[in-house]
């Protein structure tokens, strides 16, 4: 499985940004997708992910209401739509895809940067 983020970029504090992650390969074998970030000296974090089905959701605390995931199975694509963007929000993003049967992949990753 290959992943493709695009979508970062630099904004303001308060405004919003829209991730995609394109998925190619075994993509059949994909169950759940999401989005992991590192900010600079920091661990990679989870941020959001979603079923296959797309029917069940799970974000961090310091996103939820202000970040939605979603996906299309048939595009093979998963979207974040970044709302009321603060600085703390900086970091690079990684898409990820878990296969059933444990396999994990990840993306290159995109920066998002925001500016106070």
């Known amino acids: 499985v290959q992943l493709v983020e695009s979508g970062g970029g630099l904004v303001q504090a308060g405004g919003s940004l829209r991730l995609s992650c394109a998925a190619s390969?075994?993509?059949?074998?994909?169950?759940?997708m999401g989005w992991y970030r590192q900010a600079p000296g920091k661990q990679r974090e989870f941020v959001a992910d979603i079923t296959s089905g797309g029917g069940s959701t799970n974000y961090a605390d310091s996103v939820k209401g202000r970040f939605t995931i979603s996906r299309d199975n048939a595009k093979n694509t998963i979207d974040l739509q970044m709302n009321s963007l603060k600085p703390e929000d900086t970091a690079v993003y990684f898409c990820n895809a878990d296969l059933m049967g444990g396999l994990g992949y990840w993306g290159k990753g995109t920066l998002v940067t925001v500016s106070s």
């Open positions: 390969g075994s993509t059949r074998s994909i169950s759940v």
